[in-house]
Nanobody, 123 residues
Framework: QVQLVESGGGLVQAGGSLRLSCVAS????????MSWFRQAPGKEREFVAT????????SYTDSVKGRFTISRDNAKNTVCLQMNSLKPEDTAIYYC????????????????WGQGTQVTVSS
């Protein structure tokens, strides 16, 4: 399995932007579908975005479409989440996730999780 470490979270005003990064250890990063999930206080962890192992296909939850962009660089074992036009309801801990071979849009399909990074959007 890959080990995942996220960075890039922080405090931002509504309408602002943040870029989250996730670096993976291991030689097989390019064979994993990568995803971002988030968990707000008192709520269940929810899917945000996913990208195919090759980077050719992406998918997003409806609430972030047009505002967030997921990307990956297999040469650098990195997946990123560019978040624009942030809203207070985007406040959550954001988790990087990996699934062998396929994309993951539900928590139960994830093979490896990062430790999470806090994103706080003030109104």
């Amino acid at each position: 399995q890959v080990q995942l470490v996220e960075s890039g979270g922080g405090l931002v005003q509504a309408g602002g932007s943040l870029r989250l990064s996730c670096v993976a250890s291991g030689r097989l990063f390019s064979t994993y579908g990568m995803s971002w999930f988030r968990q707000a206080p008192g709520k269940e962890r929810e899917f945000v975005a996913t990208i195919r192992s090759s980077g050719s296909i992406t998918s997003y939850t409806d609430s972030v479409k047009g505002r967030f962009t997921i990307s990956r660089d297999n040469a650098k074992n990195t997946v990123c989440l560019q978040m624009n036009s942030l809203k207070p309801e985007d406040t959550a801990i954001y988790y990087c996730a990996a699934r062998r071979g396929l994309m993951a849009t539900t928590s139960s399909l994830v093979d490896s999780w990062g430790q999470g990074t806090q994103v706080t959007v003030s109104s």
